[in-house]
């Protein structure tokens, strides 16, 4: 078992992720165990925390127990470990919701969004692209199939519709949820499917039908209307009863707000004005009322009004609210943005379906779905499109995966290898090292200092070249030196004698320390002149004393006497 804050935290990769990463690691650093963790070991380090940290014993440790009886409450569930592996803490608390509303825990499982995925996809273009498009086509007399093939897309989806009843209704009851509302759920719920389909069925048969029907359309739509009713009366009754409460409040029960009776009174105008467009246009197609379809449809403006205004209401209370992460409040904003998208759409074919019913227009009826179809059109274009580029951006890095190195070939590599073809008499010139082409910080050598207390006291015991290592100064300073005493000799000079040669200042610069200490000819002055055969120090100056030492290699810096000049000559 692993100690909370020790080794455990090596797991945590995903913890600390940016935005959007999961958070599936929190409960096993909790109680101290790694991801791979059997339940024996999770057993053990939650009792062996819950010892640690329980109220009894840590009074002040309650928030720390709570978290750690949480864990374990999670981790010691196979299928809520299983989704919080992969979901993190917030797939846990979907899976309770949708416990709590009766769906099945399978939903969550990767069959099961496969499944969600492809029947949201088919809802879309059974309801959105072939719905709408056989029921225009039929109504321009384009195609005369019978209203049942038409109204195929719908069958289907009363077909998954039931279907989804059947497993809520034979779904297996437990013990405490024995005594809630999902029994009369579920009677709602199957009520409403019947009324519905019984409705569809006469609708489809007075269409086939219109002059031997059994029933006017008013009597076919009677069984739609009746699924408005609970609806209707639940809303009613909350706003009611929140009216009752502000007029008499009671002592201890807070009064509802405003927004609190907004949902239910916009919820109930919805259903009311929804059931008043299909009342007035049944009673209008039977002969019964005389009106035009612009009153017919005036309900449906009002409808739209509504929505209009409560879509208005949420952006208003998003762009004053400051409430959430910066992820909840761009996702929050996407989804405003979708339904005005979705709603612009929404109200634009409504208008194109009063022009064709109730104003002068005389075009098709499929012009009335043309922005929907349009859109969804635009929509698998652009999709293949990203799919198409996103496959060959997949392909393009797996032949030339990024960060690969390059390999030359084999021939290429000998061939920049080889050294270029030398002509014929031409001397090739050697290759300089690479390492003598790197700056090197220059050595000064021991030659090349001089000690900075020339002659020695008497005071200071040894020679000179015993405290020689010392007390030294650069030899740059020294041959400053001798320069301005060779400059004082040549201004003492005595008129008379026999002129020196000028001084060539190119061989008083001293010895390069990276070069070996011999001077490099200058091109401008060529090589030094030959020392004469003479005794050593004898009828030479100065100068030529030491023009001579420089060009045997001897350093001649530290003497500043002329004996000293003629003892290193005689040496």
Known sequence: MRVPGTDADSDAGSDAGGPGAINNKKHYRTLGVSTTASASEIKRAYHKLALRFHPDKNPGQSDRFNEINNAYTILSDPRKKQLYDQFGEQGVQISDMMAQQGL??????????????????????????????FVLLRADATITWAWAIVLTPVWLAN?????????????????????DCRGVQAVYRTATYALVLASEILLAIKLDNPDHAPLPFIGALIPLLLTFVPGVARNLYALVKGVYQRVRPREGVRPPTNEQLAGPARACAGRLLLASTITLAALVEDGILHLSWWLVLLPGWMQCALLVHQWYGALKAHMLSRDGTEEERASKAVVLGLAAFGGSLGLTCFLLLSLRVGGPADYPAWVI??????????????????????????SISKQNPPYAEVRTPPDEEAAEAAPPPTPTGVQTPARADPSELSPRRPETRASDQVPTDWPPSSSEGGSYFTRRESRTTSATDVHLAGLVDLTQQLSER??????????DVAWAVPPSPAIGGSPQPSARTGPPATTPATTPGGGLSVREMRKALSARGIAHEHCLERAELEALMRS
């Open 494 to 503: 005595v008129p008379g004698e026999s002129p020196e040669p000028p001084l």
């Open 159 to 179: 077909l998954a519709w039931g279907a989804g009843l059947l497993l809520l209704v034979c779904k297996p009851q437990h013990e405490e949820s024995r005594h």
């Open 104 to 133: 099945p825990p399978w939903l969550l499982s990767p069959t099961g969004r496969c499944a969600v995925c492809s029947s949201i996809v088919g809802v879309i273009l059974l309801f959105l692209v072939l719905l709408p498009l």
């Open 369 to 394: 779905g043309m922005p929907v179809f349009g859109l969804l059109g635009l929509i698998v274009c652009c999709g293949a499109c990203c799919a198409c580029c996103a496959a060959m951006v997949q």
